[in-house]
């Protein structure tokens, strides 16, 4: 059986050798280079054809976000970011290589974790990650789709005739890119409040939502426990914080440390089946791009309470996992590409509009 393939880039000599003596450890793992600087890594990208890429952010005269965008556009590799995550700064450019198509991310070694742990770790994120199916430069295939003549859709927003309250969106690997295209294609007065349930776990989560208000036309921010749900015509989107399911509960954003759905807290599958008790009809509803199933069997339950239910379809998927999980048992009622999942959403708040003005 061939070896898998890993390119690793860290400008730190001690810390790239360390992770070269970890990989190598493992058997079905193969040194193909090392790199110190972002342009040196881009040749060997383009010279050796790894199959994989751990990849530091901070990077000389190339960063870790402008390899990502080269890889991604030019030699598509899978790419797990292998970073700290106790610099804001440093989590910002994390964000960034995530939207620009780096496909996970592994904290680096804080020196505490318990013998092995931490080596067990990356051998097991490096090997997920090369199985990912990476697409070309997202940005761009995106750029393509939307000069695409012909493309305009109208679109059927639910089961029946109830007006949408609330919009959920779930998603995972991928699923950073996937919501800046969304929310950077929505009006700034979107009327109709969105929660957001994203895998991005602690640490790699605490500044999620800031990064993404500085990208978005709407604010973003977390959710606290006990707020009230944002009122129609309140334009924001709502996460929930890494480590605490979101539910809609009496009117009410709470927060729990409920266990683990599919090994994810917050998870997707316990929002929307909150929402598909608590608003029902009145919900939109959207799976996105991520690997596994949390969010199928949610967004099944919503479709059946009437919801209008949208999955991400495999084209524009960086993982059509979780997506592919709901569309099998029939939980989409539309299944759309990327570029027209914001209009999809701004259909459904034009009939919100429309029906005031009646």
Known sequence: MSRTRVLVVDDSLTARKYLIDVLRSDSELEIAGE?????HAIELCRSLRPDVITLDM???IMSGVAVTEYVMAYCPTPILIVSAS????E??????????????????PLGNDPNGVWERGLVSSVKMASRIRVITHIRGRLATLRQ?????????????SACKRVIAIGGSTGGPAAIVEILRNLPSGFPIPILLVIHIGDPFGAAFAEWLDGLSPLPVRYAKDGEMLPALGEPGMVLA???????VDRGNLRLT????????????DVLFESLAKELGNQTAACLLTGMGRDGAAGLLALRHAGSFTIAQDEATSVIFGMPKEAIQIGAALRVLPLDQIAPALVAVASEVDSRKNH
């Open 148 to 160: 695409t003549p012909g493309r305009e859709t109208s679109f059927e927003t639910s089961d029946d």
């Open 58 to 60: 901070m990077l000389p």
């Open 35 to 39: 790199a110190a600087d972002g342009k």
């Open 91 to 108: 989590l910002y450019k994390t964000y960034d290589a995530l939207a620009a198509g780096a496909v996970d991310v592994f904290e680096k």
């Open 86 to 89: 106790t610099n804001r700064g």
């Open 241 to 247: 914080p890494p480590g605490s399911h979101l539910v």
């Open 257 to 268: 440390r409920d266990p683990e759905r599919y090994s994810c807290r917050p998870s997707v």
